[in-house]
């Protein structure tokens, strides 16, 4: 008696133990939203309070627009739903949100990576494409919110890749020029390195920590060397000679110390303050550096150039959120009023002067005002024109972890470049075949 | 559970004071006759009526979802029409196929975590159990200034795992402390054996407290007369400690031993912040079923999920069958660590999961 008792008490703390890790993916698969058959265009309707998701706001300037809303529609106020600040998590609870069909959010503030997911799965809503000034917008931004050809999501705020470069010693070396191309980069550094105070300084890095950040960082370098990831109808295309050149800069750098050892443990801030520490002669980073820099031991002695490539300018990958309404969601008629609001010129130069977020709208950027600021906005517009977006597919997820473990096997020397590339082609196959 | 069957001296008693609770009955008159049969039933139905509220919770909290992770694993991942460029609504049933597949084509990544999380298993508890029993010596030892020792090997135990994993994350930074004091520059964090070495210190430091803790109150219950006796016999101090020390502590050390053990299986938290998501050398198969989760195959990740709970579950039951580990035995001090035993996983888990 007593041992079947005791057995059946261990049972059940295995069981609770194992049984709520359990719940926690056993979201079940049951019926669909419905069918919304072939996503016809949705008609707007109801009006009444709604809710916008986005990750935490740390610069306290999302609740000002959305003060700024609800002043003026007092019978459909919005609510600011803050979640988590890295952007896996907040995926994690909008797909969550979806599963369960709840109409807890309206408006989610999505990853430019996460439209196609989002949309083939029919969590997010098709939306009128002629109700936003998209033309006056950048088109590499405008495009990661499409799918198949239809807007799913309008850009908020887009971000793209910069090259920071010390000013005081490239001078002092006697280059006058941000190198445009890999090997004037490479020389420029040869260069610098001369110097008695460059001693003991690497020459570049970027992200290369096996995350995100890798994917990014990989996608730049191909697309620098005329390579593609993606072809335009969203077939693999990396086993390419390109593709290999741009791949194998980054090898050649780890191995040849052009890049520092330990960029392979880099995330946007280990290389940030490996930058301001005065370890770096040049950095791949976000807009974001340039006004945390000002305020470090090198002010005024860096400045930005667009990306470098192969043969002449590089192509950077696009950063930024765009805004999609849930498909389960109330008082949509409300939400796309929201949307347009949130998304408008006015409201992007608030964002870019308080927050300094890259907005989506051209002009801005030629604004001189603005630039006085900003001084990096001129490059930064370059870098987002030039921009290529992260493969559009559904699998983004399985496609970025399949990118980060060749690419990781290949600049950490397991694999040569050609055959990681190779490998990655086969394994991108499977995974958009479907 | 509570015994449904009674201990017979107890059932004399037992229909007085049933009937006396129900007012307007006259005591039973054949009371006298059959006492034994009307009293176990009486007491029995009052039992199941008692433990029916708890029974229904864990069916509620503990079989509902295990039973429903269990139907979810014998799912597939929707698939994409390639026509609509939608995902289709239902997923497919595809019986044990999630099951087999870690025998094929999911094999590698799957095998993979499995030996990782034995791995982290093995090689931290054991570390911890001696590093542990040394600290609860010390901590059980009078000295000036105990209390300050005591608290401060308590203080890794007391902070959250997220927050020591993103505290040993800058320790092992590329130029960070760790590699300062070895004077020689590791990647503890890039993926490799280094990243495997840096989870089972973190680890370690976090929870050797744990064992030392539940070993010193095994210790402090051992009589002194005992060691008084030991030392007239002219036993040496490591004699009294393999003699006496070890087997009268081992109940309290099982328990322990046990408890780190199903943690470290579902180990999570630690090695997903420290080393970062998909990290071959350090991927348990927590890790492997919260990833395929996020990738929307819930089909997989149950089915990993399904697994992982075997593989607690085999290990639990090995140490009470053959280690004796005394969780759930008859004394009344054990009965009051079984509760503990059943909600303190139940809460790591949650924030594992959260």
């Given at each position: 008696m007593k041992t079947s008792t005791a057995r059946a008490i261990q049972c059940s703390a295995a069981l609770a133990a194992a049984g709520l890790l359990l719940t926690a993916c056993g979201s079940s698969g049951g019926s669909g939203s419905g069918q919304s058959a072939q996503a016809a265009p949705v008609s707007f309707k109801g009006r009444g309070p709604i809710t916008y998701v986005a990750g935490k706001d740390t610069t306290g300037t999302v609740q000002t627009i959305i003060n700024r809303w609800n002043k003026a529609h007092p019978k459909e106020k919005v609510t600011f739903i803050q979640l988590p600040t890295d952007a896996d998590s907040q995926r994690q609870q909008m797909i969550q949100n979806a599963e369960t069909k709840s109409d807890a959010y309206t408006v989610l503030a999505t990853d430019v990576v996460w439209t196609s997911e989002f949309?083939?799965?029919?969590?997010?809503?098709?939306?009128?494409?002629?109700?936003?000034?998209?033309g006056k917008m950048l088109q590499p931004v405008v495009q990661t919110g499409q799918y198949r050809g239809k807007l799913y999501a309008v850009p908020a705020s887009s971000n793209g890749g910069l090259l920071f470069y010390r000013t005081d010693l490239l001078k002092k070396a006697g280059v006058t020029q941000p190198p445009g191309t890999w090997a004037q980069m490479t020389a420029d550094c040869a260069?610098?390195?001369?110097?008695?105070?460059?001693?003991?300084?690497?020459?570049?890095?970027?992200?290369?920590?096996?995350?995100?950040?890798?994917?990014?960082?990989?996608?730049?370098?191909?697309?620098?060397?005329?390579?593609?990831?993606?072809d335009a109808g969203g077939k693999p295309d990396v086993d390419t000679p390109q593709a290999k050149k741009g791949l194998d800069f980054l090898v050649r750098s780890f191995k040849d110390k052009t890049i520092p050892k330990e960029a392979i443990t880099y995330q946007e801030e280990d290389g940030r303050q490996a930058f301001q520490a005065g370890k770096l002669i040049f950095l791949r980073n976000w807009p974001y550096v340039y006004s945390l820099a000002q305020k470090s031991a090198i002010k005024g002695k860096f400045a930005v150039a667009p990306l470098p490539g192969l043969n002449g300018p590089g192509a950077s990958s696009l950063g930024g959120s765009n805004l999609a309404l849930s498909s389960f969601a109330k008082n949509k008629a409300t939400a796309l009023d929201f949307m347009k609001f949130f998304t408008s010129e006015e409201s992007a130069t608030y964002f870019l002067k308080n927050a300094s977020l890259a907005p989506p709208y051209a002009d801005l950027y030629d604004?001189?005002?603005?630039?006085?600021?900003?001084?990096?906005?001129?490059?930064?517009?370059?870098?987002?024109?030039?921009?290529?977006?992260?493969?559009?597919?559904?699998?983004?997820?399985?496609?970025?972890?399949?990118?980060?473990?060749?690419?990781?096997?290949?600049?950490?020397?397991k694999k040569s470049s050609a055959q990681a590339l190779k490998d990655l082609q086969t394994d991108l196959q499977k995974l958009t075949a479907q | 559970m509570a015994d449904t069957a009674i201990p017979p001296d107890t059932a004399p008693y037992a229909p007085g004071s049933g009937a006396a609770r129900r007012p307007g009955r006259p005591p039973a008159p054949e009371r006298p006759r059959r006492p034994r049969v009307r009293a176990t039933a009486g007491t029995g139905r009052l039992a199941a009526i008692l433990v029916s509220p708890t029974l229904l919770v864990l069916t509620i909290v503990v079989l509902y979802p295990t039973l429903m992770a269990l139907d979810e694993s014998l799912y597939g991942p929707k698939g994409l029409d390639p026509k609509t460029g939608f995902i289709s609504n239902t997923e497919p049933f595809v019986g044990l196929k999630n099951?087999?597949?870690?025998?094929?084509?999911?094999?590698?990544?799957?095998?993979?975590?499995?030996?990782?999380?034995?791995?982290?298993?093995?090689?931290?508890?054991?570390?911890?159990?001696?590093?542990?029993v040394a600290m609860a010596l010390i901590m059980h030892r009078a000295f000036r200034g105990r209390a300050v020792v005591r608290a401060s090997i308590l203080v890794p135990w007391a902070i959250p795992t997220a927050i020591s994993g993103l505290l040993w994350k800058w320790i092992f930074n590329a130029d960070g402390i760790a590699n300062v004091l070895l004077g020689h520059q590791v990647l503890w964090t890039a993926d490799g054996f280094s990243a495997k070495i840096a989870v089972v210190i973190a680890d370690v430091w976090k929870t050797a407290p744990f064992i030392g803790l539940l070993v010193l109150a095994g210790l402090q219950v051992i009589p002194k007369e005992v060691y008084e006796a030991a030392r007239l016999d002219g036993a040496s101090a490591l004699q009294q400690f393999w003699r006496i020390t070890l087997p009268l502590v081992k109940p309290a050390l099982l328990v322990a031993v046990l408890f780190r053990c199903l943690d470290a299986l579902r180990m999570f938290d630690l090695p997903y912040i420290l080393i970062g998501a998909q990290k071959g050398s350090v991927e348990t198969l927590s890790m492997l079923a919260q990833n395929e989760a996020s990738n929307v195959r819930f089909g997989p990740a149950s089915a990993y999920a399904v697994l992982l709970f075997l593989y607690v579950f085999l290990i639990a039951l090995a140490f009470v069958r053959l280690l004796g580990a005394d969780l759930i035995g008859g004394a009344g001090g054990t009965k009051k660590r079984k509760s503990h035993a059943v909600g303190v996983p139940r809460r790591r888990v949650r924030e594992v999961t959260a």
């Open positions: 949309a083939a799965h029919q969590w997010i809503e098709p939306l009128p494409a002629n109700q936003f000034p998209l260069k610098v390195q001369k110097l008695p105070e460059a001693k003991n300084m690497s020459c570049y890095a970027g992200q290369f920590q096996k995350y995100e950040g890798l994917t990014v960082n990989f996608a730049e370098a191909v697309n620098s060397a005329g390579g593609q990831i993606t604004n001189a005002s603005l630039d006085k600021q900003y001084p990096y906005l001129p490059d930064l517009k370059q870098s987002i024109t030039k921009a290529v977006p992260r493969p559009r597919v559904v699998q983004y997820g399985d496609v970025t972890a399949a990118i980060q473990n060749e690419v990781y096997a290949a600049l950490t020397g | 099951y087999t597949d870690i025998f094929t084509q999911a094999g590698d990544r799957f095998w993979n975590a499995f030996w990782n999380t034995t791995f982290f298993t093995v090689v931290t508890v054991s570390l911890e159990t001696l590093i542990g």
